[in-house]
C-alpha cells in the first residue's frame, strides 16, 4: 500500500499505520505470546467463574470478539459491562472469582480507571489489555498484557485493534491450553500463525479496495451486516466509516437485521456483508438471501464464491480458522474507510470534533 512522506498528504498518518500491521502481528508472536501464555497460566490456575468485559469504542469492539472467544472455546459465560453502574450509580456487585478484563488502547479514560479498581476491590481477578504499559489503567490492574502496537498517532485506530484482537485470542488460546482444553488448531499449533503473511497480502491489494471506494463515495448511508464471529467486524467497520468518511453506517446481527431493520434495506443504500468462513457464514445466508431478494446493492468480505455471488465484494484467503478471521475481515474494510474519505475530499487523519483519548466518566 502507499506510503506517502509529505506531511501536508492527508491520510498520511493513517496510511503509515495500516501498513505497519503485519509487523506488529509479527512482533504479538514473537515478544507478547511467552507473556501472555504466562498471565493465561496464573488466571486459569484461579479458577474464574465467568468474564467480564468492559470497554469504550474500538476497544469495545475488540472486547466482544473475545466474548466470543470466552463462550465459544472455552464454554464459559461471558458480558460486557456497564461502567455507569459502578462510575455513575455506585453499584458494588459481588465479583469474587470473576475475571474482569479491560480493553483500552490508551488504558487513560477515567471511567475504565475507575470501574477496573472497584472490580479488583470487589474481588474480581483483574486483567488490562492496553498499548500503553505505564498506563493508569495498567497500574490498578493486577495483570496487565502489552498489544504492542507501538505509538499510534492518527485518530482513527488500526493497527491497535487488530492488536488487541490477536492478544486477547492468544490470552484464550492460553487460558484453553492451561485448562486442558482442545487446541484451536489441529497438530498443536496456533490458529493465528501465518496472520502477518496473509495480512500482508491483504493489505497488498489497495487498488482493489480504491475501486469499491469509488462506488460508494456517494452513499448517503450504509448497512453492515455479519453473524458470529464476524459481528465485531461489522460494529468496527461502521465505527471506521462513521469517524473518517461522516457516513451514518447501521452495523445489525444478520439476525437482528430480520427483525425489523431488514424494511430500511432498498437498492440504493449499500449493504456490506462480512460473511465468515464457518459456521457465522453459514448462519448469515438466510441474510444473505434476503438482502438479494431485496434487490439490495450488496458487497461482501469473505470467500471468493460468496463474493462472486454479490454485487461487489474482497475475497479473504482461504483455509484460516474462523475465530482469528476478524483480524484479517476488518483489513480490507480499514482500507476503505480511508479510501472513501479521500475520495469525499477528507482527512482521515484528523476527524472532526475527536480527541484521540476520550476521558468519559
Do not use: C
Amino acid at each position: 500500500m502507499s506510503d506517502p512522506q509529505t506531511v501536508s498528504v492527508p491520510g498520511r498518518i493513517m496510511a503509515a499505520e495500516m501498513a505497519e500491521q503485519p509487523a506488529v502481528l509479527q512482533r504479538i508472536l514473537d515478544e507478547g505470546a511467552p507473556k501472555i501464555r504466562e498471565i493465561a497460566a496464573g488466571i486459569a490456575a484461579r479458577g474464574p467463574r465467568f468474564v467480564l468485559l468492559t470497554a469504550r469504542g474500538t476497544s469495545d469492539n475488540a472486547a466482544l470478539y473475545a466474548k466470543y472467544l470466552v463462550e465459544i472455546l472455552l464454554g464459559k459465560p461471558a458480558g460486557l459491562t456497564s461502567m455507569s453502574t459502578t462510575t455513575a450509580y455506585g453499584a458494588k456487585p459481588d465479583l469474587t472469582d470473576v475475571l474482569v478484563i479491560t480493553v483500552s488502547q490508551s488504558g487513560g479514560s477515567p471511567d475504565l480507571v475507575a470501574s477496573t479498581k472497584a472490580a479488583r476491590e470487589a474481588g474480581a481477578i483483574t486483567l488490562a489489555v492496553t498499548n500503553n504499559a505505564a498506563s493508569p489503567l495498567a497500574e490498578v490492574s493486577e495483570f496487565h498484557i502489552d498489544v504492542l502496537a507501538g505509538p499510534e498517532k492518527a485518530l482513527p485506530a488500526t493497527k491497535t485493534y487488530t492488536a488487541e484482537l490477536l492478544a486477547l485470542y492468544l490470552l484464550v488460546e492460553g487460558l484453553a491450553e492451561a485448562w486442558g482444553y482442545a487446541r484451536p488448531k489441529a497438530g498443536g499449533g496456533s490458529a493465528a500463525e501465518g496472520l502477518p503473511a496473509l495480512a500482508a497480502g491483504v493489505l497488498s491489494r489497495q487498488a482493489e479496495v480504491r475501486a469499491l471506494a469509488e462506488r460508494y463515495r456517494f452513499a448517503q448511508r450504509l448497512v453492515i451486516t455479519s453473524r458470529g464471529y464476524g459481528y465485531p467486524t461489522a460494529r468496527e467497520a461502521a465505527l471506521k466509516l462513521m469517524e473518517t468518511t461522516y457516513i451514518p453506517a447501521s452495523p445489525f446481527s444478520g439476525a437482528d437485521l430480520l427483525h425489523g431493520p431488514l424494511a430500511m434495506v432498498d437498492n440504493v443504500s449499500p449493504v456490506i456483508a462480512i460473511v465468515p468462513d464457518g459456521k457465522g457464514g453459514e448462519a448469515l445466508q438466510p441474510v444473505l438471501d434476503r438482502l438479494r431478494g431485496r434487490g439490495a446493492d450488496l458487497m461482501v468480505i469473505g470467500q471468493q464464491p460468496q463474493v462472486d455471488a454479490a454485487s461487489a465484494g474482497f475475497a479473504l484467503p482461504a483455509g484460516v480458522p474462523e475465530e482469528v478471521q476478524p483480524i484479517l475481515e476488518i483489513l480490507p474494510l480499514q482500507l476503505l474507510a480511508y479510501e472513501v474519505t479521500i475520495a469525499r475530499g477528507q482527512d482521515p487523519d484528523a476527524p472532526r470534533a475527536l480527541a484521540k483519548v476520550t476521558e468519559t466518566r
